[in-house]
Nanobody, 122 residues
Framework: QLQLVESGGGLVQPGKSLTLSCAASGFPLAPVIIGWFRQTPGKEREGVSC??????KYAESVEGRFTISRVNAKNTVYLQISSLKPEDTGVYYC?????????????????WGQGTPVTVSS
């Protein structure tokens, strides 16, 4: 059974970069579609990026600052965030799903990690 564990979150100053990791276990990652989502209090969970084989997609709100990548040999997907802004604050989740397309919607994803919190503040 596939399990996902996020890590790498923390307190970061605006303008800095951060790389989040999503480690998979119980199933080889290579064929799995992985999405990254973030949630802030009072807002719906927002899909920010997804990866399906060689295909990557990004939400317009993060295009150019977020980069998704995967190392299948490590069973890990990464989300690199550059030029961090206070509005990037939230809990970031990775999830396995059936579709990688925009908009990246949570109802296409069925297996979720526990999330890693990111706070962007000076």
């Amino acid at each position: 059974q596939l399990q996902l564990v996020e890590s790498g979150g923390g307190l970061v100053q605006p303008g800095k970069s951060l790389t989040l990791s999503c480690a998979a276990s119980g199933f080889p990652l290579a064929p799995v579609i992985i999405g990254w989502f973030r949630q802030t209090p009072g807002k719906e969970r927002e899909g920010v990026s997804c990866s399906a084989g060689g295909i990557t997609k990004y939400a317009e709100s993060v295009e150019g600052r977020f980069t998704i990548s995967r190392v299948n040999a490590k069973n890990t997907v990464y989300l690199q965030i550059s030029s961090l802004k206070p509005e990037d604050t939230g809990v970031y989740y990775c999830a396995a799903g059936s579709i990688c397309s925009t908009p990246i919607t949570s109802h296409n994803y069925t297996t979720w990690g526990q999330g890693t919190p990111v706070t962007v503040s000076s």
